[in-house]
């Protein structure tokens, strides 16, 4: 999971909800294209299309400042009659029509955005799952280090299924990743992958 892309289409209104919702899917290996940080005005929108031929799924985020937008609906479209999967995310299901009126989605609980972005990360993930018997892809967080002067990586790998990822949430049991170098231990949300804290090492 090194070359994935994922494309965002939403209305320049929902910019801010759109990068707290990503915010911490960025953190993954892949590309996340988000349509207003692609593009100064709409004369530009034409090498937008590059984007959406090149990704592997598309996320069409359908607000009631949205729903009706002729650009996202174009991109919708485009993207279905590309092949490329459409995973709507969106504020009720009044906003859900059109290509994607039938299509499973996310929910956006505007209340609990860490159920907001699991569901997400579910939908994302089985999305980009492999081939054959994998059922389960294995994603990671890669990042440096941040203890003073400690040269290595840190690498929090993610096996566990969605729903074991939401059972860990719910008992406040975080995801953990050391530092081979330094021994420091990082602590990550199990629902959002967002980070929570770090311990220094003993060494």
């Given amino acids: 999971m090194t ?47 590059g984007r959406l031929v090149d990704s592997d799924v598309v996320v069409a985020v359908l607000t009631n400042r949205s729903a009706r937008s002729r650009w996202i609906n174009q991109e919708i479209g485009y993207a279905r009659a590309q092949g490329v999967p459409v995973v ?3 504020d009720d299901e009044t906003c859900r029509g059109g290509f994607v009126g039938e299509t499973d989605g996310v ?4 209340d609990d955005p860490s159920k907001t972005i ?4 579910c939908d994302l993930r089985r999305e980009l799952a492999p081939l054959g018997p994998l059922s389960v892809p294995n994603w990671f967080v890669e990042f440096p280090c941040t203890v003073s002067a ?3 990586r840190v690498v929090l790998e993610i096996e566990a299924s969605q729903s074991k990822l939401w059972k860990r949430y719910r008992h406040g049991k975080p995801l953990a990743a050391s530092c081979d170098e330094c ?4 602590y990550f949300n199990p629902a959002t992958i967002g980070f929570i804290r770090r311990e220094n090492g003993t060494r």
């Fill in 88 to 90: 709507p995310l969106y």
């Fill in 183 to 186: 021994s420091s231990t990082y």
């Fill in 107 to 110: 929910s956006i609980a505007r």
């Fill in 3 to 49: 070359d994935e892309q994922i494309y965002v289409s939403h209305a320049p209104a929902d910019l801010e909800l759109v990068q707290e919702l990503f915010s911490t899917v960025k953190n993954f290996p892949f590309g996340v294209h988000l349509a207003l940080e692609e593009v100064d005005d709409n004369s530009e929108r034409a090498r937008l299309e």
């Fill in 150 to 152: 400690c040269p290595d």
């Fill in 118 to 121: 699991f569901e997400l990360l």
